[in-house]
């Protein structure tokens, strides 16, 4: 029974992994890779702020600043990818000449996706600000 669980556990986190991993490259690689590494710094630095509250407060109450410049910087990235790939739509489309529907709906699918991985890495990093600043005081 326990390896019954296990085998769909494994192919949830494969399916589930597999989805993330194509809407990373369908975003726009170079822009998701920035906001990944965005989101990786804000979870660094959350890291840190949370390992000194107790040895130095000063420290993790600096790391507030870090963690919101890099949720910041990645919601922009985000933002900035969306226009971009947009323009880059409608060059598309003013060479085809031709708007069909399915053409129009996969492109915005695709230029929406590097915003919300921005606003992900924001809401992460206010989040874990929000609650590190409840923790310190």
Known sequence: MKLKILRIMAIITGLIGTTIINRFMEGGAFF???V??????????????FLNIKSNLEISKNMLKHISDSGTLGLALGVMGAFLGAISAFDVLEATGEAEPGIIAGGLKVVLLSPLFGLLTFSV???????????QK
């Not at 990093?125 to 923790?135: F, G, P």
């Open 32 to 34: 998701m890779s920035l």
């Open 125 to 135: 990093s206010k989040l874990a600000i929000l609650i590190l600043r409840i923790i």
């Open 36 to 49: 990944l590494i965005c989101l990786l710094i804000s979870i660094y630095f959350i890291a840190k702020s």
